[in-house]
């Protein structure tokens, strides 16, 4: 992994600089609030497969059109107009 990880709000990056993160060996976590409260996500890649860590799961991805699926599923990126 390449530096520290970087540190977003929910809908703060498209999907494609989240990506492009993840790609270069960077964690990104996100910021997401669900029923009041605050949590973080990690989402990661190690050069094989995508990773998002949620409070309550780990979904893995095998490729990046997945974890695009994922994180626009899931709000983590800003939404494409």
Do not use: K, W
Request: proline residues 4%; negative net charge; hydrophobic residues 30%.
């Amino acid at each position: 992994m390449s530096g520290a990880p970087l540190r977003v709000s929910a809908g703060e990056l498209s999907a494609d600089e989240i990506i492009d993160q993840l790609r270069d060996g960077r964690r990104v976590l996100v910021t997401v609030e669900a029923y009041g409260s605050e949590s973080e996500v990690a989402l990661r890649h190690d050069g094989e497969t995508f990773y998002c860590d949620t409070p309550t799961r780990l979904h893995r991805h095998d490729d990046e059109a997945g974890m695009r699926e994922c994180i626009a599923h899931m709000g983590y990126a800003r939404p494409e107009n």
